[in-house]
């Protein structure tokens, strides 16, 4: 059971939101500056990024649970393959496209609906597919551009656990939350 005094339980008070959470069947994101906090660490040819754990998790349990994850990246990097490979995500598209041609290209694959994807984006970059999707989140550090289009604003900045924020309302949305929380305490 959601915690009314969670800082979660709000989004899904809201009707009209909360039908955008259940219809997630794609969950896509941006990735640096939303799976991590927009830092990049270079030196000797080596690149380094700082992922969040917990995100990491919660984006395997959607996909337990049925949920497509996708990233959607304008900056190839080897750093995020492999955090990729690591997850086993079901979708990676690393180029400097624009990220609605690659999201196009993604919800074919995956046989979704604009209105069925949920994108998190922060920048400039994000701006296109955050206009397209049927759930829009923008995080607490993203732009002011991001979030004057979003349907909702993470709590959490970018590479701290905004992922984990709108995966847990997605699948409390979904009616999985419980579910899971069950399997895990025995």
Same mark, same amino acid.
């Given at each position: 059971?959601?915690?009314?005094?969670?800082? $979660? &339980?709000?989004?899904?008070?809201?009707?009209?939101?909360? $039908?955008?959470?259940?219809?997630?069947?794609?969950?896509? #994101?941006?990735?640096?500056?939303?799976?991590?906090? &927009?830092?990049?660490?270079?030196?000797?040819?080596?690149?380094?990024?700082?992922?969040?754990?917990?995100?990491?998790?919660?984006?395997? $349990?959607?996909?337990?649970?049925?949920?497509?994850?996708?990233?959607?990246?304008?900056?190839?990097?080897?750093?995020?393959?492999?955090?990729?490979?690591?997850?086993?995500?079901?979708?990676?598209?690393?180029?400097?496209?624009?990220?609605?041609?690659?999201?196009?290209?993604?919800?074919?694959?995956?046989? #979704?609906?604009?209105?069925?994807? #949920?994108?998190?984006?922060?920048?400039?970059?994000?701006?296109?597919?955050?206009?397209?999707?049927?759930?829009?989140? !923008?995080? !607490?550090?993203? $732009?002011?551009?991001?979030? !004057? #289009?979003?349907?909702?604003?993470?709590?959490?900045?970018?590479?701290?656990?905004?992922?984990?924020?709108?995966?847990?309302?997605?699948?409390?949305?979904?009616?999985?939350?419980?579910?899971?929380? !069950?399997?895990?305490?025995?």
């Amino acid at each position: 059971m959601t915690n009314p005094a969670s800082p $979660l &339980a709000p989004p899904l008070a809201n009707s009209s939101l909360a $039908l955008r959470f259940r219809r997630v069947r794609l969950f896509l #994101c941006d990735v640096d500056g939303i799976l991590t906090d &927009a830092s990049v660490f270079m030196g000797g040819g080596v690149e380094f990024k700082r992922f969040n754990i917990r995100d990491g998790l919660g984006l395997r $349990l959607l996909q337990k649970n049925g949920v497509k994850v996708g990233w959607i990246s304008a900056r190839p990097s080897d750093a995020t393959k492999q955090r990729a490979d690591d997850l086993k995500i079901d979708f990676l598209a690393q180029s400097s496209a624009p990220k609605v041609q690659a999201a196009s290209e993604l919800l074919e694959k995956a046989g #979704c609906q604009w209105e069925e994807v #949920c994108y998190m984006g922060d920048d400039v970059v994000d701006l296109g597919l955050l206009r397209r999707v049927g759930l829009a989140v !923008a995080v !607490a550090d993203g $732009l002011l551009e991001t979030k !004057a #289009c979003a349907h909702f604003t993470t709590h959490a900045a970018g590479g701290h656990g905004a992922v984990r924020e709108v995966v847990e309302l997605i699948l409390k949305a979904q009616g999985k939350w419980d579910q899971l929380i !069950a399997e895990f305490s025995t």
